[in-house]
């Protein structure tokens, strides 16, 4: 399923490091503001240790990995909701992800310019942020002024947005979130139609030095990004970017004598896409057959035929049931067969709702 993540930040934070970093795509980086004037995209492996354990169980001719897109957007400046800095079209990027990484560059450096004079991540995040309330606040009004022309003759529909618009608009001229405001499941749907900025969830990546990736909770910047994601109910993934870059060039014994030497349990590629995956509630099923094993990304809730439709709308169409196996009965079982002798496999209907882990055979008919 396409589900994409917008990297965000203000210029020479760490923005496209991170991204050259985790999706080794190549992005440009450089040490001025703009030099990433299109949005770059870059589809990056899940790491999956199930994936690996089923493939050494199962033998197939080929394993797939699931994937995760992410979208690193050039960097926003103050004005950018007025156009500063080509702000219009960057934020017309982010408008068409389904999450936000927001990159907070909390390490200093003499070397490294930054576009305010000095690290201060509070301010930095409080510029992203207004940027994103100021154009959130530019679209609902232009709606509110269609919106009430049609509510004055009576419109249910129209009614019911305008209160809604009215309140988003309170929200804004306070310089709160769309997030920030609590809508009933019917309202929601009229927020989720007007495609605003700042109501997509977000996780806060702090950037720090190689020096403090080991004492991260020593580093008073960290703590300041911390508290403030707190108040906002949002997490916090704290790397390396410069580190994630090598990292990335490395594989295998290499990578894990790098992290072992590090002092390091896992990268932050591993650290963010768990993150994001939280953030965004995906988790993760898989196919596993002669020909291939498979990991598959779907939504938290999703019924068996609609996870079924990820991998072909035939499989949706023609659902007729889903033998299932937990990964942890399975990988235990040490086969198929043993886990049917042991009654672990199970035959599930239409309403069964997938369960990450999962290893599935959909049985359909078209």
């Avoid at 939280?278 to 990991?295: D, H, I, K, P, S």
């Amino acid at each position: 399923m396409a589900l994409t993540t917008g990297i965000v930040g203000l210029p020479n934070v760490g923005k496209s490091t991170l991204f050259n970093a985790i999706t080794q795509a190549g992005a440009e980086s450089a040490n001025y503001p703009f030099c990433t004037i299109d949005p770059n995209v870059g589809v990056v492996e899940v790491p999956d240790e199930r994936l690996a354990n089923l493939t050494a169980l199962v033998k197939p001719k080929k394993t797939v990995p699931t994937t995760f897109e992410f979208t690193d957007i050039a960097g926003i400046v103050e004005g950018a909701s007025k156009g500063e800095g080509l702000g219009n079209k960057f934020l017309s990027h982010i408008r068409q992800v389904d999450a936000i990484v927001h990159v907070v560059r909390c390490f200093d450096d003499e070397n490294i310019t930054h576009v305010s004079g000095g690290v201060a991540p509070l301010r930095d995040i409080e510029v992203i942020n207004l940027e994103l309330i100021l154009s959130d606040l530019d679209s609902v009004e232009k709606r509110l002024t269609r919106v009430a022309k049609l509510a004055k003759t009576k419109d249910k529909e129209a009614v019911a947005e305008l209160a809604v618009l009215k309140r988003l608009q309170a929200a804004f001229e306070g310089e709160h979130s769309a997030r920030s405001v609590e809508f009933t499941e019917e309202e929601q749907k009229i927020v989720k139609q007007l495609h605003l900025l700042t109501s997509k969830p977000v996780l806060y990546v702090a950037n720090v030095s190689e020096e403090d990736l080991l004492k991260k909770d020593d580093n008073p910047y960290v703590t300041q990004v911390r508290q403030f994601a707190k108040s906002e109910h949002s997490n916090v993934v704290v790397i390396c970017a410069k580190v994630e870059a090598e990292i990335a060039e490395l594989e295998g014994e290499e990578k894990a004598l790098f992290l072992d030497e590090l002092g390091i349990a896992e990268s932050g590629l591993d650290q963010l896409i768990r993150a994001a995956y939280m953030l965004l509630g995906l988790e993760t099923y898989f196919t596993a057959g002669e020909q291939e094993v498979r990991a598959w990304t779907y939504q938290c809730g999703t019924k068996a035929p609609q996870a079924a439709g990820i991998i072909h709308t035939d499989f949706e169409r023609g659902f007729i049931r889903a033998e299932t196996v937990s990964y942890d009965h399975l990988l235990a079982a040490g086969s198929m067969t043993i886990a049917k002798e042991r009654g672990q496999v199970r035959l599930e209907g239409k309403e069964y709702i997938v369960q990450d882990g999962d290893v599935i055979h959909f049985r359909f008919n078209v």
